[in-house]
């Protein structure tokens, strides 16, 4: 791992104060989709911070490339994640986005995703778009585990600039199959 990436984890982790809690379900480099809430910018880089160095080395997180692709320091955090940016401009049946991750997976890494597509503004969750659904029917053997991500959203609301340190919660709960 690079040393920007050291730092970002220890920013993450001293924003979010994080604790995170594995419910029936162990750290492991097999692949996974880990599937989370999503109420902040910070979701994607605390999720991925809060996973063992093994792990996170072979975990990318999946964001939107009009937001990520946007200035150099988007761009860097990124790049040092390893981050699938995928277009949501332009997303069409010939260049499905879920044909992006399986392809960028291979049979090496696993993801970080948020079905809801967009940052919620409250507790609630949104609903979830279909590609969490089409990426485990397209790839069976990957293990779904789903993700709570708790008060990130009061640590950086939409539309602020500065986060306020709080302590959240990272939930991992049981690995699922789409049979």
């Given at each position: 791992?690079s ?6 984890v ?7 104060g994080?604790?995170v809690?594995w419910i ?11 599937f989370?809430?999503h109420?902040?910018?910070?979701d994607?880089l605390?999720?991925?911070?809060s996973?063992?160095?093994?792990v996170?080395?072979l975990?990318r997180p999946?964001?939107?490339k009009?937001?990520w ?7 860097h955090i990124a790049?040092?994640?390893n981050?699938l940016?995928i ?8 260049r ?7 392809n ?8 970080i995703?948020?079905?809801?597509g967009q940052r919620?503004?409250?507790e609630d969750?949104g609903?979830?778009?279909?590609g969490?659904y089409?990426l485990?029917?397209?790839?069976p053997?990957l293990?779904?585990v789903?993700v709570?991500?708790?008060?990130l959203?009061?640590i ?10 709080l302590?959240s919660c990272i939930?991992i709960g ?6």
């Open positions: 791992m040393l920007t990436s050291n730092v970002l220890l920013i993450a982790k001293f924003l979010s994080s604790s809690r029936d379900c162990q750290p492991d480099t097999c692949q996974r989709v880990y989370a809430n109420t902040s910018h910070l994607a605390v999720m991925w911070s996973l063992p160095k093994a996170r080395a975990t999946v964001a939107a009009d937001y692709d946007q200035g150099i320091i988007r761009r790049k040092t994640f981050a940016l277009d949501r401009k332009k997303i069409k049946v010939h499905s986005p879920v044909d992006l991750m399986i960028e997976i291979g049979d090496r890494y696993s993801l995703v948020f079905p809801e919620q503004t409250g969750m609903e979830f778009k279909s969490l089409y485990g029917k397209k790839r053997d293990e779904l789903p709570y991500i708790d008060n959203n009061r950086l609301p939409r539309g602020e600039v500065l986060p306020v340190p302590l939930t049981p690995p699922m199959w789409l049979e």
